[in-house]
């Protein structure tokens, strides 16, 4: 069974008080989205960041992060798995290309958590595990691209809501074929050239969050960070840090 309209209405309580995924129906099949679940009150803001020394400052500015990306780039994605690389087409989809080429120009993914896994449908990323650097960039979305490209295995793509221009910073890989997705939205952004088979050892035994499954709730690794992931899910992989490749 898919579980596609459960990654929808789950990616929007990730983001906000919204998730990004589609609202479940009887027996519904998941889908990557930012999850709507009704999120905790958000923790009072930190007096000082927690960010380390150093950090990029468009993490707390996504208006600093704004440069237009090349019409194709690679990324190579350092995990706890291994390596894996990530071809990045803007044609296929403009402003979500834009979006990944600066997160990874600024810093964005380094110990960033794969928090939803599910076998033979995808795997998801993309929260940050310092709450204040999730407090600015879950509002921080984009305009949507038409869906030119289709939710292959493979192929990597930024989770949403059902709501207009909702993506900010969740994406997925797809494990199989998730075609089902393209008429919702769902445009694809990339392709993995190298290191398919890391992607296929990542973790998915914690399975969907909630409402679906027991895996991570994105609300709390919005308002807890990292903290709460490895404190309740000390299996999960992460993405240890992310680099643009010259080919």
């Known amino acids: 069974m898919r579980i596609v309209s459960t990654l929808l209405f789950l990616a929007l309580a990730a983001c906000g008080s919204t998730q990004e995924a589609p609202e479940p129906a009887p027996q519904p099949e998941p889908t990557p989205t930012e999850q709507q679940a009704p999120q905790p009150a958000p923790a009072p803001a930190p007096k000082a960041s927690s960010l380390p020394e ?3 400052p468009a993490l707390l500015d996504p208006s600093l992060a704004n440069e237009t990306a090349p019409d194709q780039f690679d990324v190579l994605f350092h995990t706890t ?47 940050s595990g310092y709450p204040e650097v ?29 709501a ?12 199989g074929d998730n075609s089902q997705l393209d008429s919702m939205g769902f445009a694809p952004v990339g392709e993995v050239i190298e290191g398919m088979d890391v992607v296929d050892k990542l973790h998915t035994g914690y399975g969907d969050g909630p409402p679906m499954g027991n895996g991570p709730n994105q609300g709390l690794i919005h308002t807890r960070g990292n903290a709460y992931l490895k404190e309740g899910f000390p299996e999960l992989d992460y993405i240890e840090s992310a680099e643009i490749v010259q080919r």
């Open 54 to 56: 150093g950090a990029n």
């Open 164 to 175: 207009p221009n909702s993506r900010s910073t969740q994406l997925y890989i797809n494990y």
């Open 81 to 127: 798995e291994g390596d894996f690389t990530v071809r990045f087409h803007r044609d296929w989809a403009p402003h979500g290309v834009d979006r990944v080429y600066n997160l990874v120009r600024i810093g964005y993914f380094a110990d960033i958590a794969f928090f939803r896994a599910v076998r033979g449908f995808m795997v998801q990323f993309g929260i």
């Open 134 to 162: 999730n407090r600015v960039w879950r509002e921080a979305t984009i305009p949507d691209d038409p869906v030119k490209q289709s939710n292959t295995r493979g192929k990597v793509t930024f989770a949403k809501t059902n």
